[in-house]
């Protein structure tokens, strides 16, 4: 992960606007548990990792029409890779595996 894109520098109302919703969207989804940015007093910060993640959460939320526990439900479950026990080469091939990684890391601050 490139330090940079993990650095939590994006208010409330940036990450927001980057993402077309407004800030109450992203309180609520943090209320619920499908994100968690960092803190530094009561101001939350968004790295470009959680930009990413949340554009995901939307994606499944608006346009799937997946309910918020079927998102956490999606966003915590096993991969393939898990099951099947790929090897470490197998898994820096895999686009699937590379993407998934770059979100997970951005949901717990990695």
Known sequence: MKEDEAMPVY???IAAEFLGVCSATLRLWEKKGI??????????????????RLECIKHLLHEMRINIAGVKEILDSKFCWEVKNCSE?????CLVYLHCQKLRE????K
């Not at 968690?36 to 990413?52: E, H, L, Q, T, V």
């Not at 080469?89 to 091939?93: A, P, Q, V």
């Open 89 to 93: 080469k197998m898994r820096k091939d």
């Open 11 to 13: 208010t409330i109302g």
């Open 106 to 109: 951005s949901k717990h601050g």
């Open 35 to 52: 994100v968690k940015p960092a803190r530094i007093g009561k101001n939350r910060f968004y790295s470009k990792y959680d930009i990413d």
